[in-house]
């Protein structure tokens, strides 16, 4: 069960395609949505740490940035601009519309 939930996340495969040999995915799922809902997996990275400590130098520990994934869309999208739409004037107002250039526009 502990080696599907970890499969799945090292290798980042949609549930579904889990392997057999870990068992039903949905079961495979289910554990691991309510381990994550409940502290489990909290409790569990204290209890290694715990035990590692002393044994790990904290300080050498860190994280890959090569490990790290975006979307392909999450770099370089073309931003537009939000269109504004016309205001239309209210009955008796003699504000503009915004349809003008300004004076002297032909």
Known sequence: MINGILFRERTGIPWRDLP???????????????????GTWDR????VQADADGRIDWSMVGIDSTS????????????KTPRIPKTEPRPGST??????EGPGAA
Do not use: M, N
Request: proline residues 2%.
């Open 20 to 38: 057999e040999r870990f068992g039903r995915w949905k079961t495979v799922y289910e554990r691991h949505r309510r381990w994550s809902a409940d």
């Open 44 to 47: 569990i990275l204290q209890a």
């Open 68 to 79: 790290c994934r975006a979307h392909q869309h999450a770099a370089g999208a073309r931003r």
């Open 95 to 100: 504000a503009p519309t915004g349809d003008s």
